[in-house]
């Protein structure tokens, strides 16, 4: 049974750190991109980061450019997002997702891309 989990979400103040890791099972990793999604409170979901199969091709949205970093373990099935100087505007439910066509769109990937998803992981971020 095809299965993501993530994990690593929690509460941290502003200027923190956080890790997420996104645990895939029932299938094998290497072929598909994968990204993450966030979902703020009264907003739509939006995505974060998208690293493609290769791992070389690597996006990132405007707002966590230069503080999140996207990254993947193909032999562990396993892929992350490291998140550093969190700020409160960074609070969100956050979905991992996978693209079984191994790519991620350049101009920003769109959840009718994604093929999988987690359940979410809470992130918040106190000032």
């Known amino acids: 049974q095809l299965q993501l989990v993530e994990s690593g979400g929690g509460l941290v103040q502003s200027g923190g750190s956080l890790r997420l890791s996104c645990d895939a099972s029932?299938?094998?990793?290497?072929?598909?991109?994968t990204g993450w999604f966030r979902q703020a409170p009264g907003k739509e979901r939006e995505w974060v980061s998208c690293?493609?199969?290769?791992?070389?091709?690597?996006i990132y949205t405007g707002a966590v450019k230069g503080r999140f970093t996207i990254s993947r373990d193909n032999a562990k099935g396993r892929f992350y997002l490291q998140m550093d100087n969190l700020q409160p505007e960074d609070t969100a439910i956050y979905y991992c997702a996978v693209e079984r066509l191994g790519g991620c769109r350049r101009s920003g990937p769109q959840e009718d891309d994604f093929d999988f998803w987690g359940q979410g992981t809470q992130v918040a971020v106190s000032s």
């Open positions: 690293i493609n199969s290769g791992g070389r091709g690597i």
């Open positions: 029932g299938f094998i990793l290497n072929d598909y991109a």
